[in-house]
Protein backbone atom coordinates (compact mmCIF):
# COMPACT_ATOMS: atom_id res chain seq x y z
CA UNK A 1 0.00 0.00 0.00
CA UNK A 2 1.08 3.85 -0.89
CA UNK A 3 2.19 5.94 1.88
CA UNK A 4 2.52 9.53 1.81
CA UNK A 5 4.56 12.69 3.44
CA UNK A 6 2.97 15.64 3.45
CA UNK A 7 4.06 18.81 4.43
CA UNK A 8 2.96 22.70 4.90
CA UNK A 9 5.03 25.70 4.77
CA UNK A 10 5.11 29.07 4.68
CA UNK A 11 6.45 30.84 1.40
CA UNK A 12 7.28 34.34 0.67
CA UNK A 13 4.32 35.36 -2.10
CA UNK A 14 7.30 37.83 -3.65
CA UNK A 15 9.17 34.30 -4.31
CA UNK A 16 6.75 32.35 -5.74
CA UNK A 17 8.53 31.32 -8.97
CA UNK A 18 12.23 31.09 -6.91
CA UNK A 19 9.87 27.94 -4.87
CA UNK A 20 8.74 26.22 -7.90
CA UNK A 21 12.02 26.18 -9.62
CA UNK A 22 13.11 24.34 -5.81
CA UNK A 23 10.58 22.59 -5.86
CA UNK A 24 10.99 21.36 -9.99
CA UNK A 25 14.68 20.94 -8.70
CA UNK A 26 14.33 18.98 -5.89
CA UNK A 27 11.14 16.86 -6.45
CA UNK A 28 12.46 15.31 -9.72
CA UNK A 29 15.04 13.59 -7.23
CA UNK A 30 12.24 11.78 -5.14
CA UNK A 31 10.43 10.58 -8.44
CA UNK A 32 13.93 9.38 -9.64
CA UNK A 33 14.07 7.76 -6.23
CA UNK A 34 10.72 6.03 -6.38
CA UNK A 35 8.72 8.69 -5.26
CA UNK A 36 5.34 7.97 -7.44
CA UNK A 37 3.58 11.35 -7.42
CA UNK A 38 4.97 14.40 -6.13
CA UNK A 39 2.06 17.68 -5.44
CA UNK A 40 3.06 21.06 -4.72
CA UNK A 41 -0.25 23.16 -3.82
CA UNK A 42 0.24 27.10 -3.55
CA UNK A 43 -2.70 28.23 -1.56
CA UNK A 44 -5.53 30.45 -3.20
CA UNK A 45 -8.31 29.93 -0.66
CA UNK A 46 -7.05 29.30 2.54
CA UNK A 47 -9.40 30.96 5.43
CA UNK A 48 -8.57 32.30 8.75
CA UNK A 49 -10.10 29.93 11.02
CA UNK A 50 -11.48 30.91 14.99
CA UNK A 51 -9.56 28.42 16.71
CA UNK A 52 -7.04 27.16 14.42
CA UNK A 53 -6.29 26.96 10.34
CA UNK A 54 -3.36 25.89 8.23
CA UNK A 55 -1.94 30.03 8.46
CA UNK A 56 -1.66 29.60 12.04
CA UNK A 57 0.14 26.04 11.80
CA UNK A 58 3.10 27.65 9.85
CA UNK A 59 2.65 31.12 11.59
CA UNK A 60 2.28 32.79 8.40
CA UNK A 61 3.12 36.56 7.85
CA UNK A 62 0.99 38.50 5.95
CA UNK A 63 3.33 38.23 3.11
CA UNK A 64 3.71 34.48 2.99
CA UNK A 65 1.60 32.01 1.38
CA UNK A 66 0.81 28.48 2.67
CA UNK A 67 1.77 25.63 0.60
CA UNK A 68 0.31 21.99 0.73
CA UNK A 69 2.75 19.42 -0.70
CA UNK A 70 3.42 15.73 -0.84
CA UNK A 71 5.16 13.08 -1.82
CA UNK A 72 3.38 9.57 -2.42
CA UNK A 73 5.88 6.36 -2.19
CA UNK A 74 4.76 3.19 -3.11
CA UNK A 75 5.42 1.89 0.51
CA UNK A 76 6.63 2.90 3.67
CA UNK A 77 9.76 0.85 3.09
CA UNK A 78 10.85 2.88 -0.39
CA UNK A 79 9.95 6.19 2.07
CA UNK A 80 12.42 5.19 4.86
CA UNK A 81 14.95 3.82 2.50
CA UNK A 82 15.35 7.24 0.96
CA UNK A 83 15.23 9.16 4.12
CA UNK A 84 17.69 7.21 6.05
CA UNK A 85 20.23 7.94 2.42
CA UNK A 86 19.39 11.86 2.29
CA UNK A 87 22.41 12.89 4.43
CA UNK A 88 24.65 11.13 1.66
CA UNK A 89 22.36 11.62 -1.02
CA UNK A 90 22.47 15.05 -0.93
CA UNK A 91 25.96 15.32 -0.70
CA UNK A 92 26.40 14.16 -4.30
CA UNK A 93 22.80 15.84 -5.22
CA UNK A 94 22.87 19.39 -6.42
CA UNK A 95 19.07 19.19 -6.57
CA UNK A 96 18.56 18.51 -2.75
CA UNK A 97 21.78 20.08 -1.22
CA UNK A 98 20.78 23.20 0.87
CA UNK A 99 23.83 24.85 -0.06
CA UNK A 100 22.92 24.47 -3.71
CA UNK A 101 19.27 24.38 -3.85
CA UNK A 102 18.35 26.71 -0.50
CA UNK A 103 14.97 26.26 0.54
CA UNK A 104 13.25 29.89 -0.01
CA UNK A 105 11.56 29.34 3.12
CA UNK A 106 11.67 29.20 6.46
CA UNK A 107 12.37 25.31 6.81
CA UNK A 108 11.72 25.80 10.76
CA UNK A 109 8.30 26.45 10.32
CA UNK A 110 7.30 23.58 8.09
CA UNK A 111 5.26 21.07 8.99
CA UNK A 112 5.78 17.38 8.15
CA UNK A 113 4.33 13.78 8.39
CA UNK A 114 4.24 10.72 7.29
CA UNK A 115 1.06 9.16 6.71
CA UNK A 116 -0.87 5.40 5.68
CA UNK A 117 -3.75 5.58 3.69
CA UNK A 118 -7.05 4.50 5.18
CA UNK A 119 -9.32 4.98 2.53
CA UNK A 120 -8.96 5.66 -1.10
CA UNK A 121 -11.21 6.57 -3.76
CA UNK A 122 -10.44 7.02 -7.22
CA UNK A 123 -12.58 7.38 -10.59
Known amino acids: ?8 IAVPT ?9 ANRADSFFIEQGALRVLECWGDDVPDGKLTDFRKAVQA ?29 SKADDRIN ?22 TLEN
Do not use: C
Request: proline share 7%; no cysteine; aromatic share 14%.
Open 61 to 89: KDDETVVFSWVEWPDKATRDRVGEQMQEL
Open 14 to 22: AKKQTFIDH
Open 98 to 119: PEKNPMPFDGARLIYGGFSPVV
Open 1 to 8: MSYIDGFL
